[in-house]
């Protein structure tokens, strides 16, 4: 603001110093510009208007007295030398946002101004005086500060400070700007029946400790009584008021007598508590606490909604966490019970996981040969064992056991049971029996025994998974091992169960089942004695597995035997085999891949006539290692009536051997997808460099360099016969 025309610069006529105040004081009487006119070194107050008694205290009697005595906390503030500065120079001072203490000891208070000193001349040009014009800009400059203050408290929420931090922060705010007044939050429980501590750091500890947990309700002091209605209250003497009968002693203890509540509500009108203002003696508020009481609520409702979407976040990430545990800890068990492929295995592996995670101890019974058993026992130390192992504890597992195999339903100690029982016994302090259930029958039972605290529900629950996937693992381990078997018998019955003795011959075979065995395959080989010294051999695959394969397999190896007997002509059997194929295969198309062969002996060599039904070509090693492919034409069986092939005569030396695979060993695939194929079934043929080798060996040479090329596992059968002339 500047001054310069009116008081910087000489007068255009000659004015006594008292006519110029007056002029001043009537230019400035009503404004609530701070206007004073001081003249002399020892700044005498000349006139001053109402807004500079106002503000400083005195009357317009005081006019005549220097400044320094009128008002004497100026001088220690350096407001006297600026003064002098001015009148001993003539060069006016400015400053905004300057900072006052005024009042006497008990009675101070804090303001800020703008100021202009002006120096004031007379006739000719010589400084008489000063003339002071200040606006007050305490209000602007608090409005300021605590907007400041809120802009900090506004970024605590934005990176999610703690939620005490904040509501302190606020109350120290609110206190430093009105050092009378002391500032609280109270926090609403999720009910909406209680509030609890959440800032207060003026008021003494055992307040806050007192009124932590406060009722909400009708004239319940002042934050109880707002929550409840919802709208601030005002309580201008505690000493009075009926709404605070109970807490007085308290307040006074405390050192408050007068206490403003406003409750704090979220955005959908939810309570999220109280924000309490506290005088030390009786008070009404004025406007501006009634606005920085809102103000501040509406910010402490922000802190406390962010708070309150952090601890959900939080809480959903912890229940997110737990979950992915249950989930972890079940799918590894459950992967570690499937592993198991038999029943009994499964079932006490699962015992061994729920101890200790679960429970202390696990027992598993289950049904059998129509009486209850104990398979599984798992225990987290001797002493626990122990425990389970008495006579009491048995006996009462015994009887739960029976009531869960009788009802096919968990029973535990929160349920409606008998009173005593599991629970009753010493160092048993929670139990659950869970019922092992699958395709609708209750085979067993899973008993959990807890010894240092009760099971909860969780516990609960993740056992009833854990006995629900055991359940069916178990089960399914049951039925692989029946079914297992059952292939294995089947198979067995397909198969000579040992090669004949064939003079001048030597005979060998192998087997391997693709899978686990689990079906009875179509892949078979036989070798059958002939009227006339001759014997018949055959090996084939039937298309499929499982059961219409292997009566497929049955009725080939029969009809082949029958027929060759009655029959002296390999052509003729598998024309009889097409035939019984054809002809019985009404909803199921069966095709069949054959190799045939009658072996007849002469003094010099064995001869075989082959006849070859869209099967693999047999190999033909000579004694000197050289590899032949029988690979004359031939169409499989049961497609129609009429077949396309004819025999072959093969003559074997001694030295010689005949080599037949069904296509599971050619067709073997690598990691990379390649067949094994007829070119390296021929080199593992001639790979053994032995002169002259045994029927063994080379089906042993045939079967390494399969499993070597495509592994263990093989998606189909693979059968050889081998036949070395002696």
């Known amino acids: 603001m500047s001054m310069q025309s009116p008081l910087g610069s000489a007068p255009a006529s000659p004015r006594s110093p008292h006519q110029r105040s007056e002029e001043y004081e009537d230019l400035f009487a009503q404004a609530p510009v701070i206007f004073a006119a001081l003249s002399g070194p020892g700044h005498r107050l000349e006139a001053g208007n109402t807004a500079f008694f106002e503000t400083f205290g005195g009357d317009r009697g005081s006019t005549g007295v220097p400044i320094g005595e009128l008002i004497p906390e100026l001088a220690p503030q350096g407001v006297l030398d600026r003064l002098d500065a001015v009148y001993r120079t003539g060069i006016a001072y400015r400053a905004q946002g300057g900072r006052l203490v005024l009042g006497g000891s008990g009675a101070q208070r804090e303001g800020y101004f703008d100021f202009t000193y002006e120096p004031r001349r007379d006739a000719v040009g010589r400084v008489d005086g000063v003339v002071v014009i200040a606006v007050e800009t305490t209000a ?74 406060l009722a909400i309700g009708d004239s319940v002091g002042s934050c109880g009584t707002a929550a409840y209605l919802r709208a601030p209250v005002i309580v201008t003497d505690i000493a009075t008021d009926p709404r605070w009968e109970g807490y007085r002693d308290l307040a006074r203890r405390a050192g408050v007598a007068a206490c403003w509540s406003t409750p704090i509500q979220s955005a959908d009108g939810r309570l999220l508590g109280t924000f309490a203002m506290y005088h030390r003696t009786p008070k009404a508020p004025e406007d501006e606490d009634v606005a920085l009481s809102a103000g501040f609520a509406r910010i402490a409702a922000l802190a406390i909604e962010r708070h309150h979407v952090l601890e959900a976040g939080r809480a959903a990430q912890e229940r997110e966490k737990a979950a992915r545990e249950d989930l972890a800890f ?184 693709a899978g686990e065995g689990l079906d009875a395959g179509g892949d078979f080989y036989d070798v059958f004695p002939l009227p006339d010294d001759r014997w018949g051999l055959m090996i084939g695959d039937v298309c499929g597995r499982g059961a219409l394969a292997a009566t497929t397999t049955g009725m080939v190896r029969h009809t082949a035997r029958a027929a060759a007997r009655l029959l002296n002509d390999p052509a003729a059997v598998v024309a009889a085999i097409n035939d019984a194929l054809t002809e019985g295969a009404v909803d199921e198309d069966r095709f069949v891949s054959l190799v045939y062969g009658e072996l007849r002996h002469t003094p010099s060599h064995l001869t075989l006539n082959l006849i070859r039904a869209g099967h693999v070509p047999p190999l033909v090693r000579r004694a000197d290692g050289t590899v032949e492919e029988l690979a004359q034409p031939g169409s499989l069986l049961g497609i129609g009536p009429d077949l396309d092939g004819s025999p072959h005569t093969l003559d074997l030396y001694p030295g010689d051997s005949l080599v037949l695979v069904t296509d599971g060993i050619t067709e073997a695939r690598s990691a990379g997808g390649e067949f094994f194929g007829e070119d ?13 080798p045994t029927a063994a060996t080379l089906v042993e040479s045939v079967t390494a360099a399969v499993t070597a090329f495509a592994g263990h596992s093989t998606p189909d059968d693979q059968a050889a016969l081998v036949l070395t002339a002696a």
Do not use: K
């Open 330 to 513: 079940v799918l590894d068990a459950s992967t570690a019970i499937t592993r198991e492929p038999h029943y009994f295995d499964c079932l006490q592996c699962m015992a061994r996981l729920t101890v200790p995670a679960l429970a202390p101890l696990c027992a598993v019974h289950v049904v059998g040969d129509g009486r209850t058993r104990q398979i599984a026992v798992a225990a987290a130390n001797r002493a626990e064992e122990d425990l389970l192992a008495s006579p009491a504890v048995r006996t009462e597992v015994d009887e739960a056991v029976a009531r869960v195999l009788a009802s096919g339903r968990t029973e535990t100690d929160h349920g409606a049971v008998r009173r005593g029982g599991l629970s009753a016994q010493a160092g048993i302090t929670g139990y659950v029996c869970v019922p092992l259930t699958t395709r609708g029958r209750t085979f067993g039972v899973v008993t959990l025994l807890a010894t240092d605290r009760p099971l909860n529900r969780h516990i609960i629950a993740l056992a009833e998974e854990l006995a629900r996937r055991a359940a069916s693992s178990a089960d399914n381990a049951h039925q692989f091992t029946d079914r297992v078997q059952l292939a294995r018998d089947l198979q067995a019955g397909l198969l000579p169960p040992e090669l004949p003795e064939i003079p001048g011959a030597d005979l060998a075979a192998s087997y391997h089942p």
């Open 680 to 692: 390296r079934l021929a080199d593992a043929v001639a790979a053994p460099r032995a002169t002259s």
């Open 140 to 213: 602007y400059h608090n409005a300021q500060r605590m907007a400041a203050e809120q802009r900090i408290l506004l970024e605590q929420i934005a990176r999610d400070a703690p939620l005490e931090e904040i509501l302190s922060g606020m109350a120290r705010a609110i206190e430093e700007q009105s050092p009378e007044m002391i500032a609280s939050v109270l926090l609403a429980d999720p009910e909406g029946e209680h509030l609890w501590h959440g800032a207060g750091p003026s008021l003494p500890a055992f307040y806050n400790e007192a009124i932590d947990g």
